[in-house]
Protein backbone atom coordinates (compact mmCIF):
# COMPACT_ATOMS: atom_id res chain seq x y z
CA UNK A 1 0.00 0.00 0.00
CA UNK A 2 1.36 3.33 -1.04
CA UNK A 3 1.80 5.69 2.24
CA UNK A 4 3.17 9.02 2.11
CA UNK A 5 7.69 9.70 3.78
CA UNK A 6 5.49 11.13 6.67
CA UNK A 7 3.37 8.58 7.75
CA UNK A 8 6.05 5.70 7.02
CA UNK A 9 8.96 7.98 8.95
CA UNK A 10 9.34 7.96 12.76
CA UNK A 11 11.80 11.14 12.54
CA UNK A 12 11.67 13.70 9.59
CA UNK A 13 13.59 16.75 10.08
CA UNK A 14 15.39 19.82 8.37
CA UNK A 15 18.57 21.82 10.04
CA UNK A 16 21.07 24.27 9.13
CA UNK A 17 24.41 22.06 8.50
CA UNK A 18 26.68 25.66 8.93
CA UNK A 19 24.73 28.40 6.97
CA UNK A 20 25.50 27.33 3.43
CA UNK A 21 23.84 23.97 3.91
CA UNK A 22 20.51 22.08 5.25
CA UNK A 23 20.08 18.43 5.56
CA UNK A 24 17.75 16.06 6.44
CA UNK A 25 17.35 12.95 8.80
CA UNK A 26 15.30 10.63 7.71
CA UNK A 27 14.86 8.06 10.85
CA UNK A 28 13.01 4.76 10.55
CA UNK A 29 11.34 2.25 13.35
CA UNK A 30 12.60 -0.71 11.34
CA UNK A 31 15.71 -1.96 8.86
CA UNK A 32 12.80 -2.93 6.64
CA UNK A 33 11.12 0.46 6.53
CA UNK A 34 14.27 2.27 5.57
CA UNK A 35 15.26 -0.35 2.79
CA UNK A 36 11.66 -0.17 1.34
CA UNK A 37 11.79 3.52 0.87
CA UNK A 38 15.47 3.27 -0.58
CA UNK A 39 14.75 0.50 -2.89
CA UNK A 40 11.79 2.49 -3.72
CA UNK A 41 14.12 5.00 -5.96
CA UNK A 42 11.53 7.73 -4.78
CA UNK A 43 14.11 9.61 -2.87
CA UNK A 44 16.86 9.93 -5.00
CA UNK A 45 19.19 12.73 -6.28
CA UNK A 46 16.70 14.52 -9.29
CA UNK A 47 13.21 14.22 -6.90
CA UNK A 48 15.16 16.58 -4.18
CA UNK A 49 16.90 18.33 -6.68
CA UNK A 50 13.97 18.84 -8.55
CA UNK A 51 11.79 19.60 -5.03
CA UNK A 52 14.09 21.88 -4.03
CA UNK A 53 15.15 24.14 -7.14
CA UNK A 54 19.35 22.58 -6.72
CA UNK A 55 20.88 20.74 -9.16
CA UNK A 56 21.48 16.88 -8.97
CA UNK A 57 24.71 16.92 -8.15
CA UNK A 58 24.75 18.46 -5.37
CA UNK A 59 22.18 16.48 -3.53
CA UNK A 60 24.05 14.16 -1.19
CA UNK A 61 21.62 11.10 0.02
CA UNK A 62 23.68 8.84 2.37
CA UNK A 63 22.19 6.16 4.61
CA UNK A 64 23.02 5.71 8.04
CA UNK A 65 21.90 1.77 8.99
CA UNK A 66 22.91 2.63 12.72
CA UNK A 67 19.66 4.34 13.58
CA UNK A 68 17.58 3.06 10.19
CA UNK A 69 18.10 6.17 8.95
CA UNK A 70 19.25 8.42 5.85
CA UNK A 71 20.99 11.80 5.22
CA UNK A 72 19.63 14.32 2.80
CA UNK A 73 21.81 17.79 2.36
CA UNK A 74 21.54 20.33 -0.29
CA UNK A 75 23.20 23.60 -0.11
CA UNK A 76 20.94 26.59 0.27
CA UNK A 77 19.13 28.55 -2.73
CA UNK A 78 19.39 31.66 -0.02
CA UNK A 79 22.34 32.06 2.55
CA UNK A 80 20.92 31.72 5.92
CA UNK A 81 20.08 35.33 7.06
CA UNK A 82 19.97 36.85 3.26
CA UNK A 83 17.61 39.22 2.10
CA UNK A 84 15.48 36.12 0.54
CA UNK A 85 15.63 33.86 3.35
CA UNK A 86 12.63 33.07 5.18
CA UNK A 87 14.36 30.04 7.18
CA UNK A 88 16.92 31.18 9.16
CA UNK A 89 17.72 28.16 11.77
CA UNK A 90 16.68 25.81 8.50
CA UNK A 91 14.07 23.72 10.44
CA UNK A 92 11.15 23.91 8.73
CA UNK A 93 12.62 22.66 4.92
CA UNK A 94 11.24 18.86 5.59
CA UNK A 95 7.70 19.09 4.62
CA UNK A 96 8.75 18.70 0.55
CA UNK A 97 9.47 15.80 1.80
CA UNK A 98 6.91 14.78 3.82
CA UNK A 99 4.58 14.49 0.68
CA UNK A 100 6.39 11.95 -1.24
CA UNK A 101 4.45 8.56 -2.14
CA UNK A 102 6.38 5.51 -1.58
CA UNK A 103 4.74 2.91 -2.96
CA UNK B 1 38.01 11.33 33.26
CA UNK B 2 34.83 12.46 33.62
CA UNK B 3 33.84 15.53 31.92
CA UNK B 4 30.11 17.48 32.20
CA UNK B 5 28.34 19.44 29.80
CA UNK B 6 26.14 21.95 31.58
CA UNK B 7 23.72 22.30 28.86
CA UNK B 8 23.52 22.49 24.97
CA UNK B 9 23.64 26.45 25.24
CA UNK B 10 24.89 28.69 27.93
CA UNK B 11 21.52 30.58 29.25
CA UNK B 12 19.34 27.97 27.99
CA UNK B 13 19.13 26.42 31.61
CA UNK B 14 19.08 22.96 33.70
CA UNK B 15 17.92 21.33 36.41
CA UNK B 16 19.58 22.15 39.30
CA UNK B 17 19.20 18.68 40.60
CA UNK B 18 21.37 17.27 37.84
CA UNK B 19 24.16 19.73 38.41
CA UNK B 20 24.18 18.39 41.54
CA UNK B 21 24.51 14.91 40.47
CA UNK B 22 27.03 16.24 37.88
CA UNK B 23 29.04 17.65 41.09
CA UNK B 24 28.63 14.22 42.93
CA UNK B 25 30.10 12.13 40.02
CA UNK B 26 33.60 14.41 41.42
CA UNK B 27 34.13 15.10 37.48
CA UNK B 28 37.38 16.67 35.93
CA UNK B 29 36.32 19.42 33.27
CA UNK B 30 32.71 20.96 33.25
CA UNK B 31 32.30 22.77 30.20
CA UNK B 32 29.60 24.46 28.28
CA UNK B 33 29.22 26.05 24.63
CA UNK B 34 27.93 29.75 24.37
CA UNK B 35 27.23 30.50 20.55
CA UNK B 36 26.56 29.29 17.54
CA UNK B 37 26.08 30.38 13.70
CA UNK B 38 22.32 28.91 14.23
CA UNK B 39 20.79 32.39 14.71
CA UNK B 40 22.01 33.95 11.34
CA UNK B 41 24.47 36.61 11.19
CA UNK B 42 23.02 39.27 12.72
CA UNK B 43 24.79 38.22 16.17
CA UNK B 44 28.00 38.04 14.65
CA UNK B 45 27.59 41.72 12.92
CA UNK B 46 25.83 43.47 15.67
CA UNK B 47 28.04 42.36 18.56
CA UNK B 48 25.35 41.26 20.98
CA UNK B 49 24.04 37.87 22.38
CA UNK B 50 20.92 35.71 21.56
CA UNK B 51 20.51 34.83 24.67
CA UNK B 52 19.66 37.13 27.84
CA UNK B 53 21.69 38.03 29.96
CA UNK B 54 19.83 36.83 32.85
CA UNK B 55 19.71 33.63 31.87
CA UNK B 56 23.43 33.37 31.04
CA UNK B 57 24.41 34.57 34.57
CA UNK B 58 21.94 32.11 36.43
CA UNK B 59 23.32 29.18 34.40
CA UNK B 60 27.00 30.24 34.98
CA UNK B 61 25.74 31.82 38.69
CA UNK B 62 25.11 27.89 40.13
CA UNK B 63 27.87 26.20 38.64
CA UNK B 64 31.10 28.51 37.82
CA UNK B 65 31.62 29.56 41.45
CA UNK B 66 31.51 25.53 42.80
CA UNK B 67 33.15 24.53 39.98
CA UNK B 68 36.18 27.52 40.90
CA UNK B 69 35.91 26.19 44.63
CA UNK B 70 36.68 22.44 44.01
CA UNK B 71 39.23 23.30 41.51
CA UNK B 72 37.26 21.84 38.28
CA UNK B 73 38.28 22.99 35.66
CA UNK B 74 35.76 25.47 33.53
CA UNK B 75 35.64 25.68 29.65
CA UNK B 76 33.66 28.44 27.86
CA UNK B 77 33.30 27.87 24.07
CA UNK B 78 31.95 30.45 22.06
CA UNK B 79 31.33 33.72 24.33
CA UNK B 80 28.21 35.96 24.11
CA UNK B 81 26.75 34.23 20.91
CA UNK B 82 29.33 34.57 18.48
CA UNK B 83 32.78 34.76 19.87
CA UNK B 84 34.07 37.98 18.69
CA UNK B 85 35.82 40.65 21.13
CA UNK B 86 32.92 41.90 22.07
CA UNK B 87 30.68 38.81 23.04
CA UNK B 88 34.24 37.61 25.18
CA UNK B 89 34.13 41.08 27.08
CA UNK B 90 30.26 40.81 27.13
CA UNK B 91 30.57 37.19 29.19
CA UNK B 92 33.76 38.39 30.92
CA UNK B 93 31.32 41.14 32.43
CA UNK B 94 29.25 38.99 33.73
CA UNK B 95 31.35 36.56 35.11
CA UNK B 96 33.76 39.59 36.85
CA UNK B 97 29.94 39.47 38.62
CA UNK B 98 29.97 36.57 39.81
CA UNK B 99 33.56 36.23 40.81
CA UNK B 100 33.16 39.98 42.74
CA UNK B 101 29.90 38.37 44.54
CA UNK B 102 31.14 35.24 45.67
CA UNK B 103 34.77 36.82 46.33
CA UNK B 104 35.95 33.81 44.22
CA UNK B 105 40.08 33.08 43.72
CA UNK B 106 40.94 31.50 40.53
CA UNK B 107 43.16 31.85 37.28
CA UNK B 108 41.67 32.33 33.51
CA UNK B 109 43.01 32.59 30.09
CA UNK B 110 40.66 34.70 27.88
CA UNK B 111 41.23 33.27 24.43
CA UNK B 112 40.11 35.83 21.49
CA UNK B 113 39.25 34.48 17.59
CA UNK B 114 39.11 37.47 15.96
CA UNK B 115 40.92 37.97 12.45
CA UNK B 116 41.95 40.56 10.93
CA UNK B 117 41.12 41.40 7.32
CA UNK B 118 44.23 42.00 6.42
CA UNK B 119 45.16 38.07 7.47
CA UNK B 120 42.75 37.64 5.54
CA UNK B 121 42.95 38.96 2.09
CA UNK B 122 46.90 37.81 2.62
CA UNK B 123 45.34 34.47 2.51
CA UNK B 124 42.66 35.25 -0.49
CA UNK B 125 46.31 36.26 -1.98
CA UNK B 126 47.97 33.00 -1.48
CA UNK B 127 45.30 30.84 -2.52
CA UNK B 128 44.73 29.41 1.35
CA UNK B 129 41.08 30.73 1.18
CA UNK B 130 38.61 27.68 0.36
CA UNK B 131 34.98 28.16 -0.31
CA UNK B 132 32.64 25.89 1.29
CA UNK B 133 29.19 26.80 -0.53
CA UNK B 134 28.30 29.27 -3.06
CA UNK B 135 29.28 32.09 -0.55
CA UNK B 136 32.20 33.66 -2.74
CA UNK B 137 35.24 35.20 -0.73
CA UNK B 138 36.62 38.58 -3.21
CA UNK B 139 38.60 41.49 -1.94
CA UNK B 140 35.77 43.39 -1.91
CA UNK B 141 33.57 41.04 0.57
CA UNK B 142 36.62 41.24 3.09
CA UNK B 143 37.30 44.76 2.72
CA UNK B 144 33.51 45.16 3.99
CA UNK B 145 33.55 42.89 6.36
CA UNK B 146 33.06 44.58 9.76
CA UNK B 147 33.92 41.16 11.74
CA UNK B 148 35.56 38.15 11.12
CA UNK B 149 36.66 34.96 13.27
CA UNK B 150 37.87 31.97 13.34
CA UNK B 151 36.49 28.91 14.88
CA UNK B 152 39.07 27.65 16.90
CA UNK B 153 40.11 24.08 17.99
CA UNK B 154 41.74 22.26 21.10
CA UNK B 155 45.06 23.88 20.64
CA UNK B 156 44.58 27.31 22.26
CA UNK B 157 42.28 25.43 25.00
CA UNK B 158 44.74 22.97 25.71
CA UNK B 159 47.30 25.51 26.17
CA UNK B 160 45.47 27.70 28.71
CA UNK B 161 45.09 24.46 30.69
CA UNK B 162 48.54 24.09 30.46
CA UNK B 163 48.99 27.04 32.07
CA UNK B 164 47.47 25.99 34.54
CA UNK B 165 44.17 28.14 34.89
CA UNK B 166 40.63 27.45 36.34
CA UNK B 167 38.43 29.08 33.78
CA UNK B 168 39.07 29.29 30.05
CA UNK B 169 36.70 32.21 28.40
CA UNK B 170 36.99 31.38 24.43
CA UNK B 171 35.76 33.44 21.46
CA UNK B 172 34.74 31.34 18.63
CA UNK B 173 35.67 27.98 19.40
CA UNK B 174 34.87 24.76 17.62
CA UNK B 175 32.47 23.19 19.75
CA UNK B 176 33.56 19.78 19.96
CA UNK B 177 37.14 21.68 21.23
CA UNK B 178 35.73 22.72 24.39
CA UNK B 179 35.07 18.97 25.58
CA UNK B 180 38.37 17.34 23.08
CA UNK B 181 40.58 19.63 24.75
CA UNK B 182 41.06 18.47 28.41
CA UNK B 183 40.62 14.60 27.15
CA UNK B 184 43.38 14.97 24.40
CA UNK B 185 45.30 17.20 26.07
CA UNK B 186 45.42 14.05 28.76
CA UNK B 187 46.08 11.71 26.81
CA UNK B 188 43.09 10.27 25.18
CA UNK B 189 42.15 8.96 21.98
CA UNK B 190 41.23 11.55 19.38
CA UNK B 191 38.68 10.07 18.16
CA UNK B 192 36.99 9.27 20.91
CA UNK B 193 37.69 12.34 22.32
CA UNK B 194 36.10 14.39 19.43
CA UNK B 195 33.39 12.22 18.94
CA UNK B 196 32.13 12.01 22.20
CA UNK B 197 32.21 16.09 22.22
CA UNK B 198 30.26 16.04 19.48
CA UNK B 199 27.52 14.26 20.70
CA UNK B 200 27.90 16.02 24.19
CA UNK B 201 27.90 19.69 22.58
CA UNK B 202 23.98 19.90 22.79
CA UNK B 203 23.67 18.99 26.58
CA UNK B 204 21.40 15.60 26.51
CA UNK B 205 20.08 16.44 23.18
CA UNK B 206 20.96 12.82 23.31
CA UNK B 207 18.86 11.79 25.74
CA UNK B 208 15.11 10.12 26.01
CA UNK B 209 13.55 12.20 26.69
CA UNK B 210 15.96 14.73 24.83
CA UNK B 211 16.39 18.19 25.79
CA UNK B 212 19.33 20.65 25.44
CA UNK B 213 18.52 22.13 28.85
CA UNK B 214 20.19 19.83 30.90
CA UNK B 215 23.20 18.32 31.89
CA UNK B 216 24.89 15.43 30.75
CA UNK B 217 28.49 12.95 31.24
CA UNK B 218 30.77 11.85 28.72
CA UNK B 219 33.40 9.26 30.53
CA UNK B 220 36.22 8.42 27.93
CA UNK B 221 38.74 5.63 29.32
CA UNK B 222 41.33 4.37 26.57
CA UNK B 223 39.03 2.42 23.86
CA UNK B 224 35.84 3.75 25.00
CA UNK B 225 33.73 6.43 25.93
CA UNK B 226 29.87 6.53 28.44
CA UNK B 227 27.78 8.68 27.79
CA UNK B 228 25.67 9.40 31.27
CA UNK B 229 22.61 12.11 32.16
CA UNK B 230 22.29 13.68 35.04
CA UNK B 231 18.75 14.03 35.34
CA UNK B 232 17.37 11.43 36.24
CA UNK B 233 13.94 11.12 34.37
CA UNK B 234 16.55 11.31 31.41
CA UNK B 235 18.00 7.94 29.85
CA UNK B 236 20.62 7.87 26.94
CA UNK B 237 19.72 4.96 24.39
CA UNK B 238 21.63 3.64 21.39
CA UNK B 239 19.12 5.45 18.83
CA UNK B 240 19.45 8.69 20.33
CA UNK B 241 23.42 8.74 20.74
CA UNK B 242 23.95 7.76 17.33
CA UNK B 243 20.79 10.12 15.65
CA UNK B 244 22.65 12.89 17.64
CA UNK B 245 25.92 11.83 16.12
CA UNK B 246 24.95 12.98 12.31
CA UNK B 247 22.84 15.98 13.71
CA UNK B 248 23.39 19.29 11.76
CA UNK B 249 26.31 17.22 10.23
CA UNK B 250 26.40 16.59 6.26
CA UNK B 251 27.72 13.36 6.31
CA UNK B 252 26.62 10.74 9.27
CA UNK B 253 29.99 8.36 9.02
CA UNK B 254 32.86 11.67 9.14
CA UNK B 255 32.59 15.15 11.36
CA UNK B 256 35.11 17.43 9.86
CA UNK B 257 37.42 18.96 12.34
CA UNK B 258 40.48 21.42 11.93
CA UNK B 259 42.56 18.62 13.33
CA UNK B 260 41.52 16.20 10.80
CA UNK B 261 38.34 14.21 9.70
CA UNK B 262 36.44 11.54 12.81
CA UNK B 263 35.43 8.53 10.88
CA UNK B 264 32.66 6.71 12.61
CA UNK B 265 32.04 3.82 10.04
CA UNK B 266 33.29 1.80 12.62
CA UNK B 267 31.73 3.41 15.46
CA UNK B 268 29.80 0.96 17.60
CA UNK B 269 27.46 1.82 20.08
CA UNK B 270 26.58 -0.11 22.86
CA UNK B 271 23.25 0.06 25.99
CA UNK B 272 25.75 -0.39 29.04
CA UNK B 273 22.33 -0.23 31.11
CA UNK B 274 18.55 1.58 30.95
CA UNK B 275 20.92 4.77 31.22
CA UNK B 276 24.33 4.59 30.07
CA UNK B 277 25.57 3.93 26.40
CA UNK B 278 29.37 3.05 25.72
CA UNK B 279 30.99 3.93 22.28
CA UNK B 280 33.81 2.67 20.60
CA UNK B 281 35.63 2.70 17.80
CA UNK B 282 35.88 5.79 15.98
CA UNK B 283 38.90 7.33 14.89
CA UNK B 284 40.76 10.29 13.65
CA UNK B 285 42.09 10.36 10.72
CA UNK B 286 44.49 13.62 10.75
CA UNK B 287 44.72 16.24 8.53
CA UNK B 288 47.51 16.74 5.87
CA UNK B 289 46.49 20.26 6.20
CA UNK B 290 45.04 21.96 8.76
CA UNK B 291 42.57 24.79 8.48
CA UNK B 292 40.18 26.98 10.21
CA UNK B 293 36.94 28.24 9.65
CA UNK B 294 36.32 31.82 9.02
CA UNK B 295 33.35 33.64 9.97
CA UNK B 296 32.75 37.15 8.97
CA UNK B 297 29.72 39.51 8.51
CA UNK B 298 29.24 42.61 6.72
CA UNK B 299 26.31 45.14 6.67
CA UNK B 300 24.03 45.07 4.64
CA UNK B 301 21.42 47.88 5.66
CA UNK B 302 18.56 48.70 8.33
CA UNK B 303 15.60 46.87 8.08
CA UNK B 304 11.79 48.15 8.80
CA UNK B 305 8.40 46.17 8.82
CA UNK B 306 4.80 46.34 8.86
CA UNK B 307 2.50 42.68 9.82
CA UNK B 308 -0.83 42.55 8.57
CA UNK B 309 -3.52 40.28 8.00
CA UNK B 310 -5.88 39.94 5.10
CA UNK B 311 -9.36 38.32 5.20
CA UNK B 312 -10.91 38.82 2.35
CA UNK B 313 -10.32 36.10 -0.20
CA UNK B 314 -10.58 38.35 -3.67
CA UNK B 315 -7.64 40.83 -1.73
CA UNK B 316 -5.44 37.13 -1.44
CA UNK B 317 -6.06 36.70 -4.72
CA UNK B 318 -4.67 39.94 -5.52
CA UNK B 319 -1.69 40.58 -3.32
CA UNK B 320 0.90 39.50 -5.75
CA UNK B 321 -0.34 42.12 -8.41
CA UNK B 322 -1.22 44.61 -5.64
CA UNK B 323 2.62 44.42 -4.47
CA UNK B 324 4.23 44.79 -8.11
CA UNK B 325 1.80 48.00 -8.19
CA UNK B 326 3.02 49.40 -5.32
CA UNK B 327 7.07 48.88 -6.03
CA UNK B 328 6.16 50.48 -8.95
CA UNK B 329 4.58 53.28 -7.21
CA UNK B 330 7.76 53.64 -4.84
CA UNK B 331 9.70 54.29 -7.69
CA UNK B 332 7.37 56.79 -9.23
CA UNK B 333 6.92 58.15 -6.00
CA UNK B 334 10.25 58.13 -3.85
CA UNK B 335 12.31 59.52 -6.55
CA UNK B 336 14.91 60.93 -4.68
CA UNK B 337 15.69 57.43 -3.34
CA UNK B 338 17.73 55.46 -5.68
CA UNK B 339 16.26 51.80 -6.27
CA UNK B 340 19.77 50.37 -5.12
CA UNK B 341 19.58 51.98 -1.84
CA UNK B 342 16.76 49.41 -0.64
CA UNK B 343 15.28 46.03 -1.24
CA UNK B 344 11.78 45.03 -0.53
CA UNK B 345 10.19 42.07 -0.47
CA UNK B 346 6.84 40.59 0.75
CA UNK B 347 6.20 37.76 2.61
CA UNK B 348 3.11 35.54 2.56
CA UNK B 349 2.32 33.16 5.49
CA UNK B 350 -1.15 31.05 4.94
CA UNK B 351 -3.20 29.04 2.72
CA UNK B 352 -1.99 29.68 -0.97
CA UNK B 353 -3.69 31.29 -4.02
CA UNK B 354 -4.36 27.51 -4.90
CA UNK B 355 -5.86 26.78 -1.77
CA UNK B 356 -8.42 29.88 -1.83
CA UNK B 357 -9.26 29.13 -5.65
CA UNK B 358 -10.31 26.35 -4.34
CA UNK B 359 -12.97 27.17 -2.04
CA UNK B 360 -10.44 26.89 1.42
CA UNK B 361 -11.75 29.64 3.98
CA UNK B 362 -8.39 30.89 6.07
CA UNK B 363 -6.67 34.20 5.90
CA UNK B 364 -2.93 34.57 5.17
CA UNK B 365 -0.58 37.13 7.36
CA UNK B 366 1.60 39.24 5.15
CA UNK B 367 4.90 41.15 6.11
CA UNK B 368 6.23 43.86 4.10
CA UNK B 369 9.74 44.04 4.31
CA UNK B 370 12.42 46.85 3.71
CA UNK B 371 15.76 46.92 4.34
CA UNK B 372 17.53 50.41 3.31
CA UNK B 373 20.85 51.52 3.21
CA UNK B 374 20.01 54.26 6.20
CA UNK B 375 17.06 53.86 8.86
CA UNK B 376 15.81 57.00 6.84
CA UNK B 377 15.34 55.69 3.37
CA UNK B 378 14.07 51.99 5.37
CA UNK B 379 11.27 53.78 7.15
CA UNK B 380 10.49 55.99 3.87
CA UNK B 381 9.93 52.92 1.59
CA UNK B 382 8.15 50.98 4.39
CA UNK B 383 5.69 53.71 5.13
CA UNK B 384 5.12 54.08 1.63
CA UNK B 385 4.60 50.53 1.18
CA UNK B 386 2.46 50.11 3.50
CA UNK B 387 -0.08 52.80 2.86
CA UNK B 388 0.33 52.11 -0.89
CA UNK B 389 -0.75 48.07 -0.18
CA UNK B 390 -3.83 49.25 2.43
CA UNK B 391 -5.64 51.66 -0.01
CA UNK B 392 -4.19 49.73 -3.50
CA UNK B 393 -7.19 49.38 -5.78
CA UNK B 394 -6.79 46.09 -7.61
CA UNK B 395 -9.82 45.17 -10.21
CA UNK B 396 -12.75 43.82 -8.70
CA UNK B 397 -12.48 45.10 -5.46
CA UNK B 398 -15.21 45.10 -3.33
CA UNK B 399 -13.49 46.02 0.22
CA UNK B 400 -12.52 49.76 -0.82
CA UNK B 401 -12.02 50.90 2.48
CA UNK B 402 -8.70 48.73 2.97
CA UNK B 403 -7.20 45.62 2.41
CA UNK B 404 -4.76 45.16 5.38
CA UNK B 405 -5.81 44.42 8.98
CA UNK B 406 -3.24 46.00 11.20
CA UNK B 407 -2.74 44.37 14.67
CA UNK B 408 -0.25 47.23 15.84
CA UNK B 409 -0.58 50.58 16.43
CA UNK B 410 2.38 52.37 15.16
CA UNK B 411 2.00 49.80 12.16
CA UNK B 412 5.66 50.05 11.01
CA UNK B 413 8.23 48.18 12.69
CA UNK B 414 11.68 49.60 12.89
CA UNK B 415 14.10 46.98 13.29
CA UNK B 416 18.02 47.25 13.94
CA UNK B 417 20.90 46.81 11.13
CA UNK B 418 20.80 43.82 8.99
CA UNK B 419 23.96 42.04 8.35
CA UNK B 420 25.07 39.02 6.23
CA UNK B 421 27.37 36.40 6.15
CA UNK B 422 30.20 37.43 3.87
CA UNK B 423 32.85 34.55 4.76
CA UNK B 424 31.97 31.06 5.97
CA UNK B 425 35.72 29.83 4.59
CA UNK B 426 38.40 27.13 5.20
CA UNK B 427 41.22 28.78 6.04
CA UNK B 428 44.63 27.07 5.51
CA UNK B 429 46.95 27.35 8.37
CA UNK B 430 50.24 26.82 8.92
CA UNK B 431 49.84 26.91 12.98
CA UNK B 432 46.11 26.24 14.04
CA UNK B 433 47.05 28.92 17.27
CA UNK B 434 47.56 31.58 14.13
CA UNK B 435 44.12 33.13 15.06
CA UNK B 436 44.09 32.55 18.54
CA UNK B 437 45.29 35.77 21.02
CA UNK B 438 45.04 34.31 24.66
CA UNK B 439 45.58 36.74 27.55
CA UNK B 440 45.69 35.65 30.73
CA UNK B 441 44.62 37.45 34.34
CA UNK B 442 43.14 36.13 37.82
CA UNK B 443 40.91 36.89 40.69
CA UNK B 444 42.10 36.86 44.69
CA UNK B 445 39.07 36.71 46.91
CA UNK B 446 36.82 38.57 44.16
CA UNK B 447 39.71 41.31 43.39
CA UNK B 448 41.33 41.22 40.16
CA UNK B 449 44.77 40.42 39.96
CA UNK B 450 46.83 40.78 37.18
Known amino acids: MARKLIDIARILRSKNAGPLYVTFDIMFDTRKELEQVLSSDRVNQRVIADLYGVNPEDVSIIPYMVVNAFKITIPRNYISGDLQDDDIYGCQQHLKLANIVIP | ?450
Request: proline residues 4%; hydrophobic residues 40%.
Open chain 2, 1 to 450: MKIIVLNGLLGYGYTEEALENAFLQNPDVIGVDAGSTDPGPYYLGSGTSFTDRNAVKRDLELALPRAVKNRIPFIIGTAGGAGAQEHVEWLCKIIDEIAVKEKLTYKFATIYSDVSTEYVLDKLKNGKLKAMGRLEATEQTINQSNKIVAQLSIEPVIAALDAGVDVVICGRLCDTAIYAAPAIRAGYDPGLAFHMAKIMECGSMCCEPLSASDVLMGEIEDTEFTLTPMNPIRRCTISRVAAHTMYEQVNPYYIYEPDGVIDLKNSWYEQLDERRVRVSGSVLQPAVQKTLKLEGTRLVGYRTISIAGINDHNTILHVDEMFLGVKEFIVKNLGDIAVEDYSINLRKYGVTDQDVENGCEGNIGIVIDVVGKTKEISAAVCAVARSRMLHYDYSGRKSTAGNLAFPYSPSDIKMSAVYAFSLYHLCEVDDTMECANIVYGGYCDGKKTD
